[in-house]
């Protein structure tokens, strides 16, 4: 649990059997998160992976660019609980979705990578450095914020927890079935990827959004 005065909404409404205004402000985060999670998933693998208006990469070299996000996803919870302690976990979920928004501003740029040398380096080592760092920023997001989020919808909660948290996974769990079809119906669409991708940051601005009135509470 996260420290007393660390997460939005720890000890206030104790004396309350229902869930207060600031779960719901968590769910609606939750659900915003997943869909920026597995919509930027869903669009990273086709961005990569296409030939017209994507980097063209072949499947081992899709694999490679996703080894900082496994390495980040098994080492980061190691770090996250002294962070959370530091910060609180309604700082620790900003961080994640902005991480987040970070990446999905940045992927769709790396087809601008210009070709030949550039401070010393080809091009080539440029597009794996980017590469690299959206795969890393993408798993210390991703453990930062759904591990955040959970802290602090547990922190609202007094009674009914199985109901509640019930709700919140059916409410993540819907995100998760609308995000893949919305994204790929988005760049069939399209017919690229710019525009899924700012469509994914516009949703990680509305979770930052919403997550500054958690964390107001």
Excluded: K
Aim: aromatic share 8%; net charge positive; hydrophobic share 50%.
């Amino acid at each position: 649990s996260p420290s007393p005065g660390h997460g939005a909404g720890s000890g206030r409404g104790s004396g309350s059997s229902r869930p207060s205004e600031g779960f719901a402000l968590c769910v609606l985060a939750q659900f915003g998160l997943n869909l920026v999670i597995v919509g930027f998933e869903e669009a990273y693998s086709l961005f990569c992976a296409s030939r017209p208006s994507g980097l063209g990469l072949g499947p081992s070299d899709i694999s490679a660019s996703l080894t900082p996000l496994s390495l980040s996803l098994l080492l980061w919870p190691l770090a996250f609980p002294r962070l959370e302690r530091a910060i609180g976990a309604a700082a620790c979920f900003q961080q994640g979705v902005s991480l987040f928004l970070l990446a999905s501003l940045a992927t769709p740029l790396l087809r601008t990578i210009p070709a030949g040398r550039s401070l010393g380096l080809p091009s080539t080592a440029w597009l794996w450095l980017f590469l690299s760092a959206i795969s890393l920023a993408r798993g210390v997001g991703g453990v930062q914020a759904t591990t955040s989020i959970a802290l602090l919808l547990n922190s609202l909660l007094h009674t009914d927890l199985g109901l509640y948290n019930g709700l919140a996974v059916s409410a993540s769990a819907l995100a998760r079935s609308i995000a893949p079809a919305l994204t790929g119906w988005t760049i069939g669409a399209l017919h690229g990827f710019r525009v899924p991708f700012y469509l994914i940051s516009c949703t990680c601005v509305a979770t930052l959004v919403v997550a500054t009135r958690v964390a107001a509470l």
